[in-house]
């Protein structure tokens, strides 16, 4: 994201830190699917995908047990997949896109600048507030075609839901899995399982670890 990180733009960490070998980079989310791939809650699955709901939606895949990368480390950048092609364009340019469908970062233009938190809609949509539980379905109805959307181009065996919106549990969980089970294709009868993240906070931490032990880190190819 060139720009929303001025500092970090162009900084070589090999020369930064003096260090005698290259050292390669990955972001947050590619970082945070390799800690639950190798801790948590995407253990032993060869194709996963996950999002990560929070100020935008982050997302990152693994296909045939291998992180998706891209020609130029551009992917796995699931939340700018566009479910809308006339609505505003987002920190990318994707006119309607998942990120503002249902991250943070749109929060108060979807609520009207009722609700300055994702947390604070939520909060209404449990106190039975009919306005706030319009505007939360809604969200979660597009998060869900969203999935449902990635299922098809990604056929995953399951679906890591992380990040702090995440932790709102059947909140957000019942109510998207509802959804799933009206718009996700299944012409074999078998259901994507749509799993919590279990590292938290915690998670792209530890996938920074295994991507140093590893050598999956995104360096140059």
């Known amino acids: 994201m060139p720009g929303r990180l001025a500092g970090l733009v162009g900084l070589d960490w090999t020369t930064c830190l003096a260090f005698k070998n290259p050292i390669p980079v990955l972001n947050d989310a590619h970082a945070a699917l390799l800690g639950e791939s190798w801790l948590g809650a995407a ?11 929070g100020t935008g939606v982050g997302g990152a895949a693994i296909v045939d047990g291998k992180l998706l990368r891209g020609e130029i480390g551009r992917g ?3 939340g700018h997949i566009s479910l809308n ?11 309607g896109s998942l990120e503002d469908a249902i991250g943070n970062c749109t929060i108060e233009t979807r609520t009207k600048r009722r609700f300055k938190t994702t947390h604070d809609l939520i909060a209404a949509h449990l106190q039975k507030d009919p ?7 809604e969200s ?5 075609c969203g999935i449902g959307s990635l299922v098809n181009v990604l056929d995953p065996a399951a679906v890591i839901i ?21 718009v996700e294709w ?6 994507v399982k749509l799993l919590p993240a279990e590292l938290g906070e915690f998670a792209g931490a530890y996938g920074a670890a295994f991507a140093a032990l590893s050598g999956h880190a995104i360096g140059p190819k």
Request: a positive charge; hydrophobic letters at 45%.
């Open 162 to 182: 992380g990040g702090g919106i995440a932790r709102c549990g059947p909140a957000l969980f019942e109510p998207l899995q509802a959804a799933l089970d009206k």
């Open 131 to 137: 306005a706030a539980s319009a505007i939360w379905l």
């Open 43 to 53: 253990r032993s699955l060869k194709n996963v995908f996950m999002l990560t709901l």
């Open 85 to 95: 092609p006339h609505g505003p364009p987002d920190v990318t340019g994707m006119p």
């Open 140 to 144: 979660v109805h597009a998060l869900a």
């Open 76 to 78: 796995g950048h699931l």
């Open 186 to 191: 299944r012409p074999t009868g078998t259901r």
